[in-house]
């Protein structure tokens, strides 16, 4: 293979990098948005949970229990990260970044 294949083949690469990285863009940000919604969910039942004074006093099921809504924001973030959403919103930004493609670009 001569350097001029293999440089056409590395700008079609690139070129199919890119589209696959713009095609995560919209999946990418309704992740971000899914788990910027569900962490704020989190906090705010955490501070709920935290100040009231109910919690210093009974056991932390019962605690936890008299609190649905943290409960199930905590619950559904811990299934978020189980199920991958770090890697979905992380992922595609590593990629995209403007030494990401050049470094692909020199390992191959």
């Avoid at 001569?2 to 079609?12: C, G, H, I, T």
Wanted: proline share 4%; net charge positive.
């Amino acid at each position: 293979m001569n350097s001029l294949e293999q440089a056409e083949d590395l700008k079609a690469f690139e070129r199919r990098l890119t589209e696959y990285i713009h095609c995560l863009q919209p999946a990418t940000g309704r992740w971000r948005m899914l788990l910027i919604v569900v962490s704020v969910c989190t906090a705010t039942g955490a501070w709920n949970w935290l100040i009231d004074p109910e919690t210093q006093k009974v056991s932390f099921f019962t605690s936890l229990w008299n609190h649905p809504f943290f409960t199930i924001s905590c619950i559904t973030l811990i299934g978020l990260f189980f199920a991958g959403i770090h890697k979905r919103v992380v992922a595609p930004s590593i990629c995209s970044m403007s030494n990401g493609i050049s470094r692909i670009q020199y390992v191959l």
